[in-house]
C-alpha cells in the first residue's frame, strides 16, 4: 500500500523559505492519474489545503498563498516537494502530504511534520 | 471561493446517535469526503462521496448530502470516536480547488 512521509527542516527564520519534501512509496508517484497534495494545519486550528501537483508537473495552488508556494516533483526520486517563501510566524503549522485524484478524497496522508518559523 | 461551515463542536453519549454537518450552498451538487483527525495523528477518510466507507471505517459511521447540508452519522457512538471530523469537497468552480470545512470537535460524554 502506497505511504507518503514528509521531511524537511522543523525550524525556520522568518523571511526564509521553507523547503519540505514527501516520499511515496508503496507505488509510483507518477502512475495512477494522482494529484499529490500538500496541506497545513495551524496548531489548534483546521487543515488548510495549500495546493497539489500532477505528475506531469500541473500545479493548483490556493488563491491565498499562491504567490508564495511552489510545488514541484521528482518522479526519479518518487518525491513531491514544497516549497513557501517569505514566511513569517503565521506559516508555523502541521504540514501534511496527502495523495488525492481529481473528485476524489486524500487517502493516504502523511504523518505530518510540524514546521516552526522563529529567529 | 466556496465555503463549508461545520459547527465548532458536537456532543453526544456513549451509545447515541452524533450527527455532524457541514454546510454550503447547494452543496448537494458536489461530492462530500468526511476526515477523522485525532489528537496528535494525520486525518484518516472515514466517509467518501457522500456515503462511502473506506474498508476498515465501521459501519456506525455513515453519511448524506442533499440541498445545502451534507451530514456525518456516527450511530452508537464510542468513546474512541471523540476526535475533530472535518468534510472536504472539491470546488470545481473555482479551478479545481480543494476546500475543506472548519472542523467539529465530537465529544463523547
Same mark, same amino acid.
Not at chain 1, 492519474?33 to 495549500?50: A, C, D, N, T, V
Not at chain 1, 473528485?103 to 496522508?109: G, L, R, S
Not at chain 2, 463549508?4 to 450552498?25: D, E, H, M, W, Y
Given at each position: 500500500?502506497?505511504?507518503?512521509?514528509?521531511?524537511?527542516?522543523?525550524?525556520?527564520?522568518? &523571511?526564509?523559505?521553507?523547503?519540505? +519534501?514527501? +516520499?511515496?512509496?508503496?507505488?509510483?508517484?507518477? &502512475?495512477?492519474? #494522482? #494529484?499529490?497534495?500538500?496541506?497545513?494545519?495551524?496548531?489548534?486550528?483546521?487543515?488548510?489545503?495549500?495546493?497539489?501537483?500532477?505528475?506531469?508537473? @500541473?500545479? #493548483? #495552488?490556493?488563491?491565498?498563498?499562491? &504567490?508564495?508556494?511552489?510545488?514541484s516533483v521528482d518522479t526519479s526520486k518518487n518525491q513531491f516537494s514544497l516549497k513557501l517563501s517569505s514566511v513569517t510566524a503565521a506559516d508555523t503549522a502541521v504540514y501534511y502530504c496527502a495523495r488525492g485524484m481529481e473528485w476524489e478524497p486524500h487517502d493516504p496522508w502523511g504523518q505530518g511534520t510540524l514546521v516552526t518559523v @522563529?529567529? | 471561493?466556496?465555503? $463549508?461551515?461545520? =459547527?465548532?463542536?458536537?456532543?453526544?453519549? =456513549?451509545?447515541?446517535?452524533?450527527?455532524?454537518?457541514?454546510?454550503? !450552498? !447547494?452543496?448537494?451538487? /458536489?461530492?462530500?469526503?468526511?476526515?477523522?483527525? /485525532?489528537?496528535?495523528?494525520? =486525518?484518516? $477518510?472515514?466517509?467518501?462521496?457522500?456515503?462511502?466507507?473506506? *474498508?476498515?471505517?465501521?459501519?456506525?459511521? *455513515?453519511?448524506?448530502?442533499?440541498? !445545502?447540508?451534507?451530514?456525518?452519522?456516527?450511530?452508537?457512538?464510542?468513546?474512541?470516536?471523540?476526535?475533530?471530523?472535518?468534510?472536504?469537497?472539491?470546488?470545481?468552480?473555482?479551478?479545481? $480547488?480543494?476546500?475543506?470545512?472548519?472542523?467539529?470537535?465530537?465529544?463523547?460524554?
Amino acid at each position: 500500500q502506497v505511504q507518503l512521509q514528509e521531511s524537511g527542516p522543523g525550524l525556520v527564520k522568518p &523571511s526564509q523559505t521553507l523547503s519540505l +519534501t514527501c +516520499t511515496v512509496s508503496g507505488g509510483s508517484i507518477s &502512475s495512477g492519474g #494522482y #494529484y499529490w497534495s500538500w496541506i497545513r494545519q495551524h496548531p489548534g486550528k483546521g487543515l488548510e489545503w495549500i495546493g497539489y501537483i500532477y505528475y506531469s508537473g @500541473s500545479t #493548483y #495552488y490556493n488563491p491565498s498563498l499562491k &504567490s508564495r508556494v511552489t510545488i514541484s516533483v521528482d518522479t526519479s526520486k518518487n518525491q513531491f516537494s514544497l516549497k513557501l517563501s517569505s514566511v513569517t510566524a503565521a506559516d508555523t503549522a502541521v504540514y501534511y502530504c496527502a495523495r488525492g485524484m481529481e473528485w476524489e478524497p486524500h487517502d493516504p496522508w502523511g504523518q505530518g511534520t510540524l514546521v516552526t518559523v @522563529s529567529s | 471561493s466556496y465555503v $463549508l461551515t461545520q =459547527p465548532p463542536s458536537v456532543s453526544v453519549a =456513549p451509545g447515541k446517535t452524533a450527527r455532524i454537518t457541514c454546510g454550503g !450552498n !447547494n452543496i448537494g451538487s /458536489k461530492s462530500v469526503h468526511w476526515y477523522q483527525q /485525532k489528537p496528535g495523528q494525520a =486525518p484518516v $477518510l472515514v466517509i467518501y462521496y457522500d456515503s462511502d466507507r473506506p *474498508s476498515g471505517i465501521p459501519e456506525r459511521f *455513515s453519511g448524506s448530502n442533499s440541498g !445545502n447540508t451534507a451530514t456525518l452519522t456516527i450511530s452508537r457512538v464510542e468513546a474512541g470516536d471523540e476526535a475533530d471530523y472535518y468534510c472536504q469537497v472539491w470546488d470545481s468552480s473555482s479551478d479545481h $480547488l480543494v476546500v475543506f470545512g472548519g472542523g467539529t470537535k465530537l465529544t463523547v460524554l
